[in-house]
Nanobody
Framework: QVQLVESGGGLVQPGASLKLSCAASGFTFSIYPMAWVRQSPGEGLEWVSTIDTSDSNEGTNPRYADSVKGRFTISRDDAKNTLYLQMNSLAPEDTAVYYC?????????????RGQGTQVTVSS
């Protein structure tokens, strides 16, 4: 069955960096676009970033929410079946549970299946 396992979260101070990982199994990782989404306490699910498959016509074509553009970088390693999110210049408003999700298509807004999430807390 599909499994997505996020890791790498933690408690950091404002301005710090973290790198999240998402280990995928149970499906052919390389043929699916992938995304990171997050959820803050009392808020709905917020899209963070999407990456296309490595063999798409425009390459992996990463895209980002305006709130993280220039600070976060999404990447994938198909040989390791792993999705990453490098997060720099973290701010308190980045505090959330971060989930990776498999997409049916690059522009899909259906973030399922997704993992159990990893908590990121940014606080001084």
């Amino acid at each position: 069955q599909v499994q997505l396992v996020e890791s790498g979260g933690g408690l950091v101070q404002p301005g710090a960096s973290l790198k999240l990982s998402c280990a995928a199994s149970g499906f052919t990782f390389s043929i699916y676009p992938m995304a990171w989404v997050r959820q803050s306490p009392g808020e709905g699910l917020e899209w963070v970033s999407t990456i296309d498959t490595s063999d798409s016509n425009e390459g992996t074509n990463p895209r980002y929410a305006d709130s993280v553009k220039g600070r976060f970088t999404i990447s994938r390693d198909d040989a390791k079946n792993t999705l990453y999110l490098q997060m720099n210049s973290l701010a308190p408003e980045d505090t959330a549970v971060y989930y990776c999700a498999r997409l049916g298509a690059y522009w899909s807004k259906i973030y399922h299946p997704r993992g159990q999430g990893t908590q990121v807390t940014v606080s001084s």
